[in-house]
């Protein structure tokens, strides 16, 4: 799953493909949103980790569960 991070005053996001569910990123996000000066992290699928501190954090985009099919061999 790809995930995107935007981070205050930089001008572009951080992407990020992770195993994690949608449901596993935003308990992750709640997890640090309830820390005094809490830190969003997430491990990637190479296994580097991805520190953000929620001070600086502008959003976070989850990505589709699934890929879609691309080209015409999707089914109608």
């Known amino acids: 799953m790809e995930i995107k991070i935007g981070v205050r ?9 992770t195993d994690l569910s949608a449901e596993q990123v935003e308990e992750e996000l709640n997890k640090a949103a309830a820390m005094d000066h809490g830190v ?22 989850i990505g589709e569960e699934e890929a879609r099919a691309v080209g015409f061999g999707g089914t109608l």
Request: cysteine-free; hydrophobic content about 45%.
């Open 9 to 17: 005053s930089v001008h572009r996001e951080l992407v990020v493909e």
């Open 40 to 61: 969003f992290g997430i491990t990637d699928i190479k296994g580097r980790r991805v520190l953000v501190p929620l001070s600086s954090l502008g959003f976070v985009e």
